[in-house]
T-cell receptor
Framework: DGGITQSPKYLFRKEGQNVTLSCEQN?????MYWYRQDPGQGLRLIYY???????QKGDIAEGYSVSREKKESFPLTVTSAQKNPTAFYLC????????????FGSGTQLSVL | GDSVTQMEGPVTLSEEAFLTINCTYT??????LFWYVQYPGEGLQLLLK?????DKGSNKGFEATYRKETTSFHLEKGSVQVSDSAVYFC?????????????FGKGTHLIIQP
């Protein structure tokens, strides 16, 4: 079944801890994205990658890190430097070409203990 | 940079009412425009899109027309159902063809009462 798998669905972070959110896709899309969603603020872009072994900062990259070692995978690490990590995190992919739509995973809710 | 502005919610309607959710955009040129829908606890799904001026996107009874004169892409539906309750996002490419992702509005929460 083709799609985007995000795990875990719920994640809790302790003070000073780094946590990693997983995003795996089998759509064979080159581009992958991480968005953060806060109530009433819409979606904000954290990082994106257009090709393996390359990624760029989005609008709110501070306190986050990513890697893109495989086409299928684009994990997001929320570091201890991110002081307000509680949010809903969404991973998305896009096929190559202009005007192509984004496909979204079902999200990970991160909360601070 | 390019941006979209949506009407704020929540918008509460009775079943079978007419729906309009306003969206206006600021952009260089004429980018593609999108409406996405998010059901509770889920990711976003594309609802419809339009790629050039005067295009009408439509899906599941929803429609939106790309109006360059008014820089608008309002979402409409003639008769809403309880199952349409969700958050709706207007979006456009961040830059160029959208390889670096989409910029989203803040979302409009729609509540349909039976």
């Amino acid at each position: 079944d083709g799609g985007i798998t995000q795990s875990p669905k719920y994640l809790f972070r302790k003070e000073g801890q780094n946590v990693t959110l997983s995003c795996e896709q089998n759509l064979n899309h080159d581009a992958m994205y991480w968005y953060r969603q806060d109530p009433g603020q819409g979606l904000r872009l954290i990082y994106y990658s257009q090709i393996v072994n390359d990624f760029q900062k989005g609008d709110i990259a501070e306190g986050y890190s990513v890697s893109r070692e495989k086409k299928e995978s684009f994990p997001l690490t929320v570091t201890s430097a991110q002081k307000n990590p509680t949010a809903f995190y969404l991973c998305a992919t896009k096929a190559t070409g202009p005007n192509e739509k984004l496909f979204f995973g079902s999200g990970t809710q991160l909360s601070v203990l | 940079g390019d941006s979209v502005t949506q009407m704020e919610g929540p918008v509460t309607l009775s079943e079978e009412a007419f729906l309009t959710i306003n969206c206006t955009y600021t952009a260089t040129g004429y980018p593609s425009l999108f409406w996405y829908v998010q059901y509770p606890g889920e990711g976003l799904q594309l609802l419809l899109k339009a790629t050039k001026a005067d295009d009408k996107g439509s899906n599941k009874g929803f429609e939106a027309t790309y109006r360059k004169e008014t820089t608008s892409f309002h979402l409409e539906k003639g008769s809403v159902q309880v199952s349409d309750s969700a958050v709706y996002f207007c979006a456009l490419p961040r830059l160029g063809g959208g390889a670096d992702g989409l910029t989203f509005g803040k979302g409009t929460h729609l509540i349909i009462q039976p």
